[in-house]
C-alpha cells in the first residue's frame, strides 16, 4: 500500500493498491477499473493484489442460507482498513447497502446492461429451437443459485424445475452443458458480456420479455475506499457515472430500508426514460413464487438525496402491500437452517455448490 508523499499525494501523480477477488470475472472487472485510472493518470501505478473470500472458498452452503452480502467482501475490507490496499472492486450487487465503519462507497461506473439472461444449452436449442422460457417443455431444469430469481421464474413459468448450480460463469457453463438433467441456467448479462461470452445467450430477461427483475446494482462497478481518504476518493470521483450512480443509489436504498440481501427475493428494473427523469420498478416475490407485491415510480431525480428519497419511499409503499411479511416467511426459513427455497416449498432439484450469484 502506498502511503501519501510529496510524490503521489496529488491526484496527478499516485500509487494505489487494489484488491479484488481471484475469480475471472473479478479480474476481468478489476481491469476495466484500472485501465481506466491508467489513462486518467498515466504516470501513476495500479497494482492489483487478488484473493480468496468466505463465498469463494465455502462451495457446500447455499447462497440463501448465507445471511448477508459479507462473504464476498469482508476479507477484502479488513486489508482495505488495515491499509494494506487503498480501493477495492466490487460487483456493485455483491457490496452490502450498510458498509464496515471506516470503509466507503468512493464511486459506481458506467452500467453495463443490468438484465439477466436466459443459456439453454446447445444441443437443446438446435434439436428443438428452443431460444425462450416460453420454450421450454414441463419440467425442465433451470441451474441457478439465485432465489430472487427461482421465485420470479416459479410465478410466472410453474412449469419449470431448479437445480442450485453455483460457481464462476466458465464452471456454470461447463455444467450446463455436461449434466444430463440440466436445460438451462440463468446468468448476468454483464458477466457473460465482460467475458466475451455474449454468444452463449438465448434470451435476455426484463420485465417486457421474462418477466424478470433484476439484483440490486446489477451490471455496475462499486469501488470501495477508506471513509475519509480524500486522495482515494479524489481519484474515484473521476470514474464515477451520474446516471448509473444515481440508479444505483435508489436501488440500494430501497434494498436498505427493506433490510434484504443478496439471498432474498427482491428484485428491481430502473430506467432513465428521459434526462433526469427515472422510472423505477420493484417487486418482492415469496420464495416460491406464490405471492407477490410491485410498485412502479416516475420520478424526477437529478441528486443523490432524491434518489435515495425514491428508494426509500418505494419500500415504504412495499411495506404497505405487504412485503415485510413476505421477507419475514424468507428469513424465518433461513434461521431454521433448511434449504430457503425448500421451506418455502418451491420446485427444486438436487442441489449442486460452488461461487457467487453471477
Not at 440463501?64 to 479488513?78: A, H, N, R, V
Not at 439471498?263 to 420493484?282: D, Q
Request: charged share 25%; glycine share 8%.
Amino acid at each position: 500500500m502506498a502511503e501519501p508523499t510529496p510524490a503521489n499525494d496529488d491526484a496527478s501523480s499516485i500509487i494505489m493498491t487494489v484488491g479484488t477477488r481471484q475469480s475471472p470475472l473479478a479480474l476481468a472487472q478489476t481491469d476495466i477499473v484500472v485501465s481506466a485510472l491508467q489513462n486518467l493518470f498515466p504516470t501513476s501505478s495500479f497494482p492489483v493484489h487478488s484473493m480468496t473470500t468466505t463465498g469463494d472458498r465455502d462451495q457446500q452452503t447455499a447462497l440463501y442460507d448465507f445471511g448477508g452480502k459479507g462473504l464476498w467482501t469482508s476479507q477484502l475490507e479488513e486489508k482495505l482498513v488495515a491499509r494494506e490496499l487503498d480501493m477495492v472492486v466490487h460487483s456493485l450487487k455483491d457490496m452490502p447497502t450498510s458498509l464496515p465503519a471506516g470503509c466507503a462507497l468512493g464511486c459506481i461506473t458506467r452500467r453495463e446492461d443490468p438484465r439477466d439472461t436466459l443459456v439453454i444449452k446447445a444441443s437443446l436449442a438446435q434439436e428443438k429451437g428452443c431460444k425462450t422460457l416460453a420454450d421450454l417443455p414441463e419440467g425442465a431444469i433451470i441451474g441457478t443459485s439465485s432465489v430472487r430469481r427461482i421465485a420470479q421464474l416459479a410465478r410466472r413459468y410453474p412449469r419449470l424445475r431448479f437445480k442450485d448450480v453455483r460457481g464462476n460463469i466458465q464452471t456454470r457453463l461447463r455444467k450446463l452443458d455436461e449434466d444430463p438433467d440440466l436445460t438451462a441456467i440463468v446468468l448476468a448479462a454483464a458477466g457473460l458480456q465482460r467475458m466475451g461470452l455474449g454468444d452463449r445467450i438465448s434470451q435476455y430477461l426484463d420485465m417486457d420479455g421474462g418477466g424478470i427483475l433484476h439484483a440490486v446494482g446489477q451490471g455496475a462497478l462499486g469501488v470501495e475506499c477508506r471513509a475519509g481518504d480524500e486522495r482515494v476518493l479524489r481519484a474515484l470521483r473521476r470514474l464515477a457515472d451520474e446516471p448509473t450512480t444515481l440508479a444505483c443509489l435508489a436501488e440500494r436504498s430501497l434494498m436498505r430500508t427493506l433490510e434484504g440481501g443478496c439471498s432474498v427475493p427482491i428484485g428491481v428494473e430502473t430506467k432513465w426514460v428521459e434526462a433526469g427523469k427515472l422510472r423505477f420498478r420493484a417487486a418482492v416475490v415469496s420464495a416460491a413464487g406464490t405471492e407477490a407485491v410491485d410498485v412502479e415510480f416516475t420520478e424526477t431525480v437529478t441528486s443523490a438525496a432524491a434518489a435515495e428519497e425514491l428508494g426509500k419511499r418505494a419500500a415504504q409503499e412495499l411495506v404497505s402491500r405487504g412485503a415485510d411479511k413476505i421477507l419475514d416467511i424468507v428469513n424465518a426459513a433461513r434461521t431454521k437452517g433448511g434449504s430457503l427455497a425448500a421451506a418455502a416449498q418451491a420446485p427444486m432439484a438436487v442441489a449442486e455448490r460452488g461461487g457467487a450469484e453471477t
